[in-house]
Structures are given as structure tokens and as C-alpha cells.
């Protein structure tokens, strides 16, 4: 199974949707297919530029290691220098902070990633959470 | 005037249906602001990986010389050095064929721009079209 | 609103007033658009040549994601593997310390970015917040 | 004797009045110390965001070679594969078009060059040579 553009767009309605219920600040949601490669984008009136940047290194970063973005900061906390080559390796998309958070089928693949930025980490993980359970898809936050 | 996030679904989703109704190949659309930032993006199933980067190299390149990226393919006919020069020197986001369209607003600002890619360019260039005038804005195709 | 190549220059002729007049050490000072692109830029005589990058740096990563640098510092203190990843994920274009700038406009929308460098963080954001001030425009420190 | 930042000034108002006396579209003006290190930048209201970069790629790469940019654009003709791999070696800043010009001191010495871009070619180097003889040095267009 692959992630289609249908469910990337339930992902990002439905994760802005959490964040606007919320009352977070502005968010980007940037949905990855399996490979990496975006499949879908929005970032909303007021959220700065440089957050298509900061999701997909949180997304990107998720995916090219197998594991949701807050178990590589729990990783960065204890071994920081291997994060910090890890991410000079991976040509810098690799943000290790809550927000990128892995998409899972029923049966456990992994087939897409999901990040978020513009409010607090915490609330970044909280809609792209939403934002996958809403298209019937597993998060995987790390 | 900047464009917003209303106006960026409007075009990507006008685009996508043009491309569908011509029964164009499958689609990506990008959206970007003023300064060549993504806004919004989708891409439909079936299209290749590569298709943001094809997107974003002729919406950018368009929007840092000023011309839509028909312009530019122009341009490449008749200076191609320059316009090899000039790829390399904005970091390689300028790809000189048709498809990359200027967003302007009623006073002939550029308020950013649309990279479609997924057909040929003159496909393209038809959905991004479409979709810029189908959100009430001007398209500068070049 | 955009900001415009006038108020620029008023930006930049002030900020190096206030630094002369503070008897500041030689000032590199730029002012970005709100893409964060060069409108503006003077260096002045004894400034060391990577006061450009410096400045870039502070402003655009402050741009980037829309708080001005000295809240990128303390982002820095409590967080410094976040900082570290965003700055390679935003092609090293962030320097989180005091002196990069957001200019905001009456509505409160970032127009625009300042950054400075040539003397201490502190002494550098003075000259930017002057600049500004001086242009009728609202500086953001941060 | 090195490039002031007050010849600077000059140069860049009057290349900017020397356009717009001719009429020529909004222009960026860039000067470079003769390390190639931007000393003063100022890109007019209506000119695109990657005039920044264009300029750059043609004063840098004059400098870097030690001719005029109308000398590389010659080069290019009757060697191109030497200059598309200079490019690349040079980090991509080299453009071989007219409107990279060397500014020389009374004695021959390269002391910087100037960039402009925003209309043709020939009209960039027009303005150029004009800031550049405006101050009192010697134009070297290639």
C-alpha cells in the first residue's frame, strides 16, 4: 500500500483542523511518500517561510531512519554527535525535535511521513497525530 | 497584496481538474509566495518523485528573473550560457521550458508564482494557467 | 505593503549614524525583502568581508522562522541540537544571536529583515532597531 | 588603494541614475571589494529577487579571472566547455555576459568590480561603466 494524494490531503486538513481547534499558532504540514519526496504541502497565512524546511527535516529526517523524529531527539540527547553527522550526512534534512512523525499501514510498513511546523514541538506532534489517525493511518511519533 | 492559502488551494485544485478534463498525464502543482517559498503543493498519484523539484525549478527560476519560464526557454534559445550561468548561480532552481507561471495580482505585482510539471510543457503550462485564472488572479506565462 | 529600496536606505544610513555615533567598531549592514532577498547593503571601511554572511545569517534565519534573532539565541541555550539542525536545514543561513531584525509594518506583518554585524551582538542590535525606527517602520529584535 | 565604501556609494547612485536617464528597466547594482566581497548592494523597487545573484555571478566571476565579463562571454564562445567547468569550480558564480566590470585604480590594479543586472547585457554594463567612471576609476567591461 501507498500513501495516495487523497489521504495526504485528509492528513493536512485534519491537522490544521487540530491546530486551529487548538488555538496554535500557524502551521505548515508537509506529507512525505515513502521514498522522501513530497507529496503534499500547505503552510497557512502567517506562518514564516523556512517552516517547509523545518518539516521536512523533521519528516525527512523520520523516514531516513526509521523511527518518528521525538525518538531521534531522545537519541540526539545521548549520543549528539552521532545526530550531528547523521544530519551533515543526510545533506541536512534531519531535525531531531517532536513533528515528524511516521505513517504506518495495518500492517505495520512504513509509507509516508508526516511534518509539522510553526507552534511548539509538543503541539506540532499533536496535529500531525491528528492529522494521520483522521485518514485511518497509524503514527508512529517515535 | 500576498497570496494566501485560500487562493493557493483554489489554484492547485483548478489545475489539477484542467489536467484531468485534458486527460493530461498525472500532475504536481506547486504554489509559491513572493519570495519563491512553497505554500502549497500537491502531487497526483502516478506522477514521478522528481516532479517538485521540475515544479519548483521553473516557478522559482521564473519568479527570481522576473519572467514567466516560457521567457526563460526563450532565452535559453538564444543565450544558452547565460542561462546555464544563471541556474548555477541561483543554486540550480531555474529550468527553462514552459510551466512555470507568474502570479500577478490587479496591478500587475508579482505575488508569486506556479510550477506545474507532469506533462509536457505546454501541457504544463495550460493547467497552471487554469488554475491562476480560475483563482481570479493573473497568469505571466512569459 | 513591501519594502521598498527608499525606506532601505533610510534603514541603512541610520543604522550606521547610530553606530558612529555610539562609537561603534565598523558596521556591515543589510537589509533583506520579506522573501529574504538583498534589497540593501553597505559595508563600512575596516568591516571584515564575512560581515555580509554574518548579517545574512542573523537576518534571514530570523525571517526564516519569523522571530527576530535574540529569540533564536535563547531558542539556542535551551534547545541547541533544534538550532543546529534547523540552521543545516536552512542551508546555513541562521546565526542565532542578537542583531538580526524583523521589520513589521503598521499591521504587524513582516516586511522585511535587518541584519548587522561588526561589533558585539547587543551594540549591533541597536544599530538595527535605529535603523529601523528611523525608516517609521517596527523592529522585532526578538 | 582599496575600494571605499563612499566610491561605493557612488558607483551604485550613479549607475542607478544612468538607467533611469536611459530609461532601462529597475536595476540591481552590486560592488565588490577585490576579494570579491560584496561592499554595497541596492536592487530597485520592481527589480526581481534573483538580481542579487545574477549581479554576483558577474562581478565575481571578472574578478575571479581577472577580465570583464564581456571578455568571458567571448571565452564562452570559442570555449565553452572551459567555462561551463569554471563555473561549477567557482561555486557557480561566474555569469559570462556583459555587466561584470572590473574597477581599476590609476595604476592598473584591480581594487573590485561592480554587477548589474535587471536589463539587457548591454545596458547592465552601460550603467556599470558609468557608476565606475562617476567615481573616478577605470571602467574594465572585458
Known sequence: MSLSIAKARTIISSALAAGESADMQPLAVLVLDAGGHPLAFERQDGASFGRFDIANGKARGALSLGV?????????????????????????????????????????????????SGDNSDNDETAAVAGISAAGLTPVPG
Chains 1, 2, 3, 4 share one sequence.
Do not use: K, Q
Not at 84 to 93: D, F, K
Not at 104 to 116: N, S
Open 68 to 116: 518518528g523524529s521525538r525518538a531521534l531527539m531522545a537519541r540526539a540527547e545521548v549520543a549528539p554527535s552521532f545526530v550531528a553527522a547523521a544530519t551533515a550526512a543526510l545533506g541536512g534534512t534531519l531535525i531531531p525535535v517532536p513533528g515528524g512523525v511516521i505513517v504506518a499501514d495495518a500492517d505495520g510498513h512504513h509509507i509516508g511521513a508526516v511534518g509539522v
